[in-house]
């Protein structure tokens, strides 16, 4: 069979795919092209792809009878993909679950505590030679401990999220989920509403049209004017203009992101603010969890290709 991986991966995963496969390898660091999409579909039996290939309704139209039968994602976030486009054009559609759920969880805490503790303003005061030495009413933030945190979609993300703040931060958890969750910790299921009220408020559910602007300026108006606003589930859940228009008029107090509406280009008054910490979709940024994510990808792979159950269907 032949595959095609569209972006460099670790070489534990490259060595597993080409054990089985006949791989070829794209060395760009950038999503596949319009061309290279169509191509994909047209002269691979299956297609490893990741964030940013976007393999729209378009793409699948401009193809009728492709010859590729997977996409076996790399990552749990798929909104990339129109998974009716590519069932209605017989393709099946993997993802990589669970081996992202506590890195994910950790740049979460990351932003949290960056952004209330304002560490990215300090980092550029140091580095700028602006810094003039300690004082008591230098650079006060929001102290974390003790307060509440707002966690919209309590699924294995939002759980790991608040298996961290509860147990160590001592963070009085709120949640807000569509269907019912078990958090597996003292929790209380709120309206969206009033999660977005807490002190800290993180937005941890999947990308995708049901999600679209989940969080709007409705929502944000929910927000106490000292509150931090984090997201680390996908840029477009979030109105990216109507928050930095709450940043600039003070209605919350800061806000750290991992994820942006349109990748890599960001809201340009959100690069000018110190209070906005802003990281470049570090989310999984780990060795070990990068390959993991792909041997799993790999693992769909196999399954499909002996016929087996898939690991990971969407």
Known sequence: ???????????????????????????????????????SLREFDAVLPTLGDLYRAEVFADVPDPRA??????????NHIDLAAARAAGLVVT???????????????????MTARRAGEGERLVRAGKWQGWHPTQMLGLHVSGKTLGIIGMGRIG??????????????ILYYNRSEAEPGLPARAVSLTEAMAAD???????????????????????????????NIS??????EAALAHALQHGAIGGAGLDVYEHEPQIHPALLTMENVTLLPHLGTAALEVRTS????????LIAHAEGLPLLNPV
């Open 1 to 39: 069979m032949k595959l095609l991986v569209t972006r460099p991966l670790p070489d534990p995963v490259m060595q597993a795919a080409r054990a089985r496969f006949d791989v070829t390898a794209r060395a760009s660091t950038l999503p596949l092209t319009p061309e290279e999409l169509r191509a």
């Open 69 to 78: 039968r997977i996409l076996a994602n790399f990552g749990v976030g798929f």
């Open 95 to 113: 993802n990589t679950p669970g081996a992202v759920t506590d890195a994910t969880a950790d740049i979460a805490m990351t932003l949290i505590l």
């Open 159 to 172: 759980k790991a999220i608040a298996r961290r703040a509860h147990h160590g931060f001592g963070l009085e």
């Open 200 to 230: 800290v408020v993180v937005v941890a559910v999947p990308g995708g049209p049901a999600n679209h602007y989940l969080i709007n300026a409705e929502q944000l108006a929910a927000m106490k004017p000292g509150a931090i606003f984090v």
């Open 234 to 239: 996908r840029g477009d859940v979030v109105d």
């Open 293 to 300: 994510m792909g041997l799993m990808a790999v693992e769909n």
